[in-house]
């Protein structure tokens, strides 16, 4: 048996809440919500009652779907405060008694003595390789006999009031906010093979308001970043283009929309009704794409660039893969293959079952993958003898857990990605 968790993804367009059992093959969902999101864009919460309301709908939902009252959930997060940064950590170690998991925490706690402006703080601290002695690229230092051990990191941070206000909303709804979790990081962990981990891979998770990177090489973490612009861009430029509503013009990219003009046959035609037309009008779907690839061109050259920014564009050898919601648009894939100039293919969630149906769908890549590095973190800290959360994860008939409260919880990845933990952690599961 695994264990009950709970997933909140609150986007831009839409709001999931999983209720599922993580086990050693599969996550087996029980309860799903969702609901269309209002107060947020661009990541960022901008109506904090609307937002509320819309996620206590989703959480409804899901408490009536699985059975279980929601106490606390993993939050996912994006946005454009979002920000990350490599550093280095020294300390010196005992050459006598062998590198132990003590001087992994304080190597990592010495990269993350960093100069941080007063309202931003630390989501994630994630290690690249670790140095020991001078001898580099170690992914897992323990047990071996050295005197000085030093770490490179990656540090993921955020706006503190961003993540305030997204609080507000969840917590208002009546959950805690156990922590929050980077939205390419959860999605990374259902759609990546561990080989695209080892070879160097791109992680590009499309939303509605942000397009969110994260690079995996050596099957760690090396990069992350958001770019402010997703699907609602390309919906807004042809409501702008075609005069429509926003609501017509989102149907009509998910019906007729495409982001290669040369796929497009010029004798395909569809029929709207236009502001101010008391008729029906006929549009070219070339005329579609031709207002939908140069936006979608615009998004993958803001991912060249950054990918160029962070140095790592050259050690991609097993290319990019595209999720989230806007990825599953016709001609994506081979638009940012010719700018990429890399491997793409898109993804979805793998290893589910239960609700599994409505969830094999790249726009429900990070509600997944949430249940199960949420998991995963909750076990990290457990193991190096940090206090577990009180109560239960979901509180079902008889269940006697609380749903606590207290300081949000940063996540040292020192064990996660130092080799000390295995992925699904074995001998917790059935």
Same mark, same amino acid.
């Given at each position: ?34 609901? !269309? ?42 946005? +454009? ?23 992994? @925490? ?17 989501? *994630?601290?994630? !290690? ?16 071996? *006999? ?24 969840? %917590?208002?709804?009546?959950?805690? =906010? ?12 259902? =759609? ?33 970043? =958001? ?5 609602? *861009? ?11 509503? &926003?609501?017509?013009? %989102?149907?009509?990219? /998910?019906? &007729? ?11 395909? /035609? ?8 008391? *008729? ?28 160029? &920014? ?9 290319? +990019? ?28 969630? @793998? ?35 940090? +206090? ?43």
């Amino acid at each position: 048996m695994g264990e009950l968790v709970v997933g909140i993804d609150v986007g831009t367009t839409k709001i999931c809440t999983l209720v599922g059992e993580v086990r050693a093959d599969d996550i087996h969902v029980i309860g799903l919500g969702v609901e !269309p999101s209002r107060g947020m864009k661009k990541g960022v919460v901008n109506d904090v009652n609307e937002l509320t309301a819309r996620v206590s709908a989703a959480i409804h939902k899901a408490e009536r779907s699985s059975g279980y009252e929601i106490g606390r959930a993993f939050v996912s997060v994006a946005g +454009a405060h979002i920000d990350s940064r490599n550093s280095r950590g020294v300390v010196g170690i005992s050459g006598t008694r062998g590198v132990q998991i003590a001087d992994l @925490e304080r190597a990592m706690e010495s990269a993350r003595a960093i100069a941080l402006p007063h309202n931003r703080e630390v989501l *994630h601290i994630i !290690p690249r390789n670790y140095t020991l002695d001078g001898q580099d690229g170690i992914r897992s230092p323990l047990g071996m *006999h050295g005197f000085r051990l030093e770490v490179e990191a990656h540090i993921v941070t955020a706006a503190s009031s961003s993540l305030q206000n997204l609080q507000k909303c969840i %917590e208002g709804a009546g959950v805690y =906010v156990d922590r929050f979790i980077l939205n390419p990081l959860a999605s990374g962990e259902v =759609v990546l093979t561990d080989a695209e981990r080892e070879m160097g891979v791109l992680v590009i998770d499309i939303g509605g308001g942000t397009t969110d990177l994260a690079v995996f090489i050596d099957g760690t973490v090396w990069h992350t970043a =958001v770019i402010s612009v997703g699907g609602w *861009h390309v919906t807004n430029d042809i409501a702008q283009g075609l005069h429509l509503p &926003y609501e017509i013009a %989102e149907a009509v990219k /998910v019906e &007729y929309g495409h982001a290669d003009t040369t796929e497009i046959d010029p004798s395909d /035609v569809f029929i709207v009704q236009p502001f101010g037309e008391e *008729h029906m009008s006929r549009v070219q779907r070339a005329d579609l794409a031709a207002i939908i690839q140069p936006r979608v061109e615009e998004l993958f050259q803001l991912v060249l660039r950054e990918i160029k &920014y962070s140095a790592y564009d050259g050690l991609l050898s097993a290319g +990019a893969v595209l999720t989230g919601g806007s990825a599953q648009l016709p001609g994506m894939k081979k638009i940012a293959a010719d700018v990429l100039k890399m491997p793409v293919r898109v993804a979805k969630p @793998e290893r589910i079952s239960g609700m599994a149906d409505q969830l094999r769908h790249p726009s429900y890549s990070t509600s997944v993958g949430l249940l199960r590095l949420g998991l995963i973190m909750e076990r990290e800290d457990e193991r190096r003898g940090r +206090a577990a959360r009180g109560g239960f994860r979901v509180k079902g008939e008889g269940a006697n857990g609380s749903s606590g409260g207290g300081k949000r919880k940063t996540t040292n990845w020192g064990k996660l990605f130092g080799g000390v933990m295995k992925r699904l952690l074995p001998e917790d599961e059935n």
